[in-house]
């Protein structure tokens, strides 16, 4: 008996100690067993107590007057399906007639606290059927990414969801997107998780940095093209309009629209071309987007307007011909002047981190979930990183970025260095790589004076 108690003890102790430490490991060693037993015998009183069930169906109720039997019980909606996850566990309950997927949406907070589990959400998979998906612990304190992702063509994890999910840039799907956040907030950080998720693709990189490039140029030999100040900036974007007009041209010569060819085959964008042929696709990095647009001389104004101009274009035709924008920033309003709000308009895609005012999430959720404006405003200032995520049907996420060095980016970049393309039209624009040796002196050192 004293063997048992003292082993009891330490097993106990060590489960302590690992969900404190490790709740990961915890979750995956004790808590997915004993959340998973809570969950099914909790399951028909906590539905009952939240307002999810439905009152027995009148034949039942007729049955039990004939029979004289007591009266059917509610019944809450069935569990179609039980998945415990890494993360936390996940049920798919088939709703019950007059049940409507908007009752589990907002019973979540209730089901959090009666599971005793971190954080609740539910989805539609389609009529009658809700997803809930339960997280055991809190995954966005220590991000670490599943091993296994979906790697489609143009599709990037650069985030995990509070739900224990993978976060998805799929530029196919979402072309173009605005970052906004303070500064200290992890915008560079989700940048370099995009970069290098990016390097391994068969894709042009293209950057825009007018913070003299200390953020892209590092990353250099994966870029086909690099701009460090607004006046490159202007003539880069030129070439990229110019090369969007030549790859709508080449996808107009290979429509073949005749009566013999099926309409699957018709080419309408740079993905309907057959891969011997088909351009590369080009994503454009913009680090601080209020840089292009301020000014301060009528030559600064015009090549203002000219930026914007050739930024909308792409924006509002640049998908078709493989071109996508990343457009990144603090602010992002009309105070940027005229073109910006069309400019916005076009990024669908939305992320914002931690920011200094409502004002800045209005921007960037204003238009699209009042619930996301609430919810970027209130992200504490010593969680780095951590952003809203929304898009425009008005579904938002709490997701973020795992910690990706400066060092470690630059390594996958040199690593994938052999696949970036040499495009002619951006040739004028290929940075220069410098060799350590040829690097500049430091501010700090001069060289001494000689007599």
């Known amino acids: 008996m004293t063997a048992f108690t003292v082993a009891l003890v330490l097993v106990v102790a060590a489960a302590g100690l690992l969900r404190w430490r490790r709740p990961a490991w915890y979750w995956m060693t004790f808590g997915v067993t004993l959340a998973s037993l809570r969950v099914l015998v909790r399951y028909a009183s906590v539905m009952d107590a939240c307002g999810l069930t439905v009152p027995p169906p009148r034949w039942r109720l007729a049955l039990a007057r004939i029979a004289n039997r007591p009266v059917p019980d509610s019944r809450p909606p069935r569990i179609l399906r039980f998945r415990p996850t890494r993360t936390g566990l996940v049920l798919r309950l088939g709703l019950?007639?007059?049940?409507?997927?908007?009752?589990?949406?907002?019973?979540?907070?209730?089901?959090?606290?009666?599971?005793?589990?971190?954080?609740?959400?539910?989805?539609?998979?389609?009529?009658?059927?809700?997803?809930?998906?339960?997280?055991?612990?809190?995954?966005?304190?220590?991000?670490?990414?599943?091993?296994?992702?979906?790697?489609?063509?143009?599709?990037?994890?650069?985030?995990?969801?509070?739900?224990?999910?993978?976060?998805?840039?799929?530029?196919?799907?979402v072309p173009h997107a605005l970052t906004l956040g303070a500064t200290e907030s992890g915008k560079s950080v989700y940048q370099r998780n995009l970069v290098a998720g990016l390097a391994p693709m068969d894709v042009a990189l293209v950057g825009i940095d007018c913070k003299q490039g200390v953020e892209l140029f590092p990353l250099a030999r994966r870029f086909s093209a690099l701009a460090d100040n607004p006046d490159t900036a202007a003539d880069l974007l030129d070439a990229l309009v110019s090369r969007m007009e030549g790859v709508y041209q080449l996808i107009r010569a290979e429509q073949r629209i005749t009566s013999a060819v099926p309409d699957a085959e018709i080419a309408a964008d740079i993905w309907d071309l057959p891969d011997d042929i088909r351009p590369v696709p080009v994503v454009v990095l913009v680090d601080e987007v209020?840089?292009?647009?301020?000014?301060?001389?009528?030559?600064?104004?015009?090549?203002?307007?000219?930026?914007?101009?050739?930024?909308?274009?792409?924006?509002?035709?640049?998908?078709?011909?493989?071109?996508?924008?990343?457009?990144?920033?603090?602010?992002?309003?009309?105070?940027?002047?005229?073109?910006?709000?069309?400019?916005r308009a076009q990024l669908t895609a939305r992320t914002a981190h931690r920011v200094n005012d409502e004002t800045s999430a209005n921007m960037a959720f204003g238009d699209i979930s009042p619930d996301a404006v609430l919810a970027a405003i209130q992200i504490p200032a010593e969680t780095r990183g951590l952003a809203i995520a929304g898009d425009s049907t008005g579904g938002w996420h709490r997701i973020r970025a795992p910690h990706t060095s400066l060092r470690q980016a630059v390594n996958t970049c040199n690593r994938h260095a052999d696949r970036t393309p040499a495009l002619p039209e951006l040739a004028p624009f290929r940075p220069e790589l410098v060799s350590s040796s040829?690097?500049?002196v430091p501010l700090s050192k001069t060289a001494p004076v000689t007599a």
């Open 96 to 173: 019950r007639p007059g049940q409507d997927a908007f009752d589990v949406a907002a019973a979540s907070d209730r089901l959090r606290h009666s599971f005793s589990m971190y954080g609740v959400t539910s989805r539609e998979v389609r009529s009658g059927v809700v997803e809930v998906r339960m997280t055991g612990y809190d995954v966005l304190k220590r991000v670490q990414m599943p091993a296994k992702v979906d790697t489609r063509p143009m599709r990037v994890p650069v985030a995990l969801r509070e739900d224990g999910s993978v976060h998805y840039r799929d530029y196919r799907a």
């Open 290 to 343: 209020a840089e292009l647009a301020l000014f301060a001389s009528k030559e600064e104004e015009k090549r203002r307007d000219r930026i914007i101009t050739a930024l909308v274009r792409l924006a509002q035709l640049g998908r078709a011909a493989g071109i996508y924008l990343e457009i990144c920033g603090q602010r992002f309003g009309s105070e940027l002047g005229k073109g910006i709000t069309m400019l």
């Open 438 to 440: 040829e690097a500049l």
